[in-house]
């Protein structure tokens, strides 16, 4: 019993500082840097139930900046403190840290910085954020840092793997699979959130994304144009913020009289207001061709709303492969409309529930939290 206590005592007095090197002039406050990682800091709110959380990052803020559970430590952003970030690593030491996590991968100088000035018994993470392999010099620094490198974040191994092909990572056993982020939404009552968005009929289907070539829009309208000749009232609402590609989204829908009658182009959306589009909807359908992991597609889960998702690896890790959505091979329409028509026909309200139960779960920031706190748990015990 007693080393039961000392155990969950000491767990509780660890200290996790994450450190983000990048530049970041553009952000004057600090309310205004966690606004725009707020998918993020929601799982470090919830780290701090179980331990001491510090966030360590350059914006055009200096000071020190206590929210909900996380003490943030900013420093004055410029190129120079990034390249040589001495003064960052002076502000973490002087925390004494269990554990530096490090967000992204494409900073082996920082790391081997980090470490000279840590010494060998803080554990270092690195997380992954969307990286994909350098070549050249930083992939030769790169695999020089993996040696003072205690553990890798990834969302799937599947992403992982391609740093393991590459030989930057070269122990497997160091790779954990957890989701970078979350959302608070929570799902708002159907009727209601239809009378806020305007959406009607009981086969609404919701696009939120940019819309790019990776997004993959044009996929989306011709597969839904198939659907359509077999149930004609369904209904698609495009939500976006980007819109490259909406000069050719708009020539796909008025070429298409089905198209013209069933998609309304929303564009940007206050966020505050998604929570009762997606509540709103049925379903949220997606053409993404790779993603780190779709912080939209979590929105919609959050709420209830049934996925179509292309079968990339972060999207069949988040349905749990077809068990709380559907998926087809990006860039198929014929597979896309089959889908379309498999996900009108099914039982939507158990269907919608056991998602927003398996939400709760797995992809809370709480359960986020609670599954990195387990990692780290095991780290501190090798």
């Known amino acids: 019993m007693l080393l039961q206590w000392w155990s969950a005592r000491y767990i509780f007095f660890m200290k996790i500082v994450f450190i983000a090197y990048n530049h970041l002039?553009?952000?004057?406050?600090?309310?205004?840097?966690?606004?725009?990682?707020?998918?993020?800091?929601?799982?470090?709110?919830?780290?701090?139930?179980?331990?001491?959380?510090?966030?360590?990052g350059q914006i055009n803020y200096a000071g020190i900046w206590s929210q909900d559970g996380v003490e943030y430590h900013f420093l004055q952003s410029s190129k120079m403190r990034s390249r040589v970030?001495?003064?960052?690593?002076?502000?973490?030491?002087?925390?004494?840290?269990d554990i530096v996590i490090v967000l992204g991968l494409h900073f082996p100088l920082e790391i081997l910085q980090l470490r000279w000035s840590l010494g060998?018994?803080?554990?270092?993470?690195?997380?992954?954020?969307?990286?994909?392999?350098?070549?050249?010099?930083?992939?030769?620094?790169?695999?020089i840092a993996d040696h003072y490198v205690n553990a890798y974040l990834f969302t799937t191994q599947w992403h992982a793997g391609e740093w393991v092909d590459a030989r930057i990572i070269r122990n497997r056993n160091k790779i954990h699979e957890l989701f970078e982020a979350s959302t608070d939404f929570t799902r708002e009552d159907k009727e209601q959130s239809k009378k806020k968005t305007g959406m009607r009929g009981d086969h609404n289907f919701l696009w939120v994304g940019r819309l790019n070539e990776n997004k993959d829009p044009i996929t989306v309208l011709a597969g839904f144009e198939?659907?359509?000749?077999?149930?004609?009232?369904?209904?698609?609402?495009?939500?976006?913020?980007?819109?490259?590609?909406?000069?050719?989204?708009?020539?796909?829908?008025?070429?298409s009289s089905w198209l013209s009658n069933a998609v309304h182009l929303h564009g940007l959306i206050d966020y505050n207001e998604l929570p009762a589009w997606y509540s709103?909807?049925?379903?949220?359908?997606?053409?993404?061709?790779?993603?780190?992991?779709?912080?939209?597609?979590?929105?919609?889960?959050?709420?209830?709303?049934?996925?179509?998702?292309?079968?990339?690896?972060?999207?069949?890790?988040?349905?749990?492969n077809d068990k709380y959505g559907l998926s087809y091979k990006a860039g198929n329409v014929d597979e896309l409309a089959d889908k379309l028509s498999m996900a009108g026909k099914l039982s939507?309200?158990?269907?919608s529930a056991n998602i927003e139960t398996y939400f709760k779960k797995e992809l809370s920031s709480q359960a986020i939290a609670g599954k990195l706190y387990r990692i780290v748990e095991n780290l501190q015990a090798i």
């Open 85 to 97: 970030p001495f003064h960052l690593h002076q502000t973490i030491k002087k925390l004494r840290p």
């Open 120 to 143: 060998k018994k803080v554990k270092i993470i690195a997380r992954h954020h969307a990286d994909s392999p350098p070549g050249g010099i930083r992939k030769i620094l790169l695999r």
């Open 25 to 56: 002039p553009g952000y004057h406050s600090p309310e205004q840097w966690i606004k725009r990682i707020k998918p993020f800091a929601g799982v470090m709110e919830s780290l701090s139930r179980y331990c001491q959380v510090y966030y360590a």
């Open 280 to 320: 709103a909807a049925d379903f949220f359908i997606s053409g993404s061709h790779r993603e780190g992991g779709s912080y939209a597609l979590l929105e919609a889960m959050a709420c209830g709303c049934i996925p179509v998702v292309t079968a990339i690896p972060a999207s069949l890790k988040t349905i749990c």
């Open 348 to 351: 939507k309200v158990e269907f």
């Open 226 to 255: 198939k659907y359509l000749s077999e149930n004609p009232v369904a209904r698609l609402h495009m939500i976006f913020q980007e819109d490259d590609l909406l000069p050719a989204v708009r020539s796909k829908i008025r070429k």
